[in-house]
């Protein structure tokens, strides 16, 4: 049996597991975003997921920044597209 990621945590309030669930749906559509505005392609954007579940700690659109495939700005523009907070 699979379980979520959000199933491990036995005593999250109904709040605090929305907001996760909210964290990783935004974590996704920061990559959709760059890859429909053409700033990444589809093969780049699942590298960066790959590399992500070595260093989860960090975010997706610093790991894309660290790579080399976007710039600060095309984050910032990426964010702000979605309506993610950046912190």
Known sequence: MIRSKLSLVPYVNSYRKRDLEMALADKERIGEILCEN????QAQLKEALEKQ??????P???ILVDLGYITDE?????YLQ???PTN
């Open 53 to 58: 579940k070595d260093v989860q700690k960090l």
């Open 60 to 62: 997706l659109g610093q």
């Open 38 to 41: 053409g700033s990444i392609s």
């Open 82 to 84: 979605s309506d993610t």
């Open 74 to 78: 095309q984050l910032t523009k990426a």
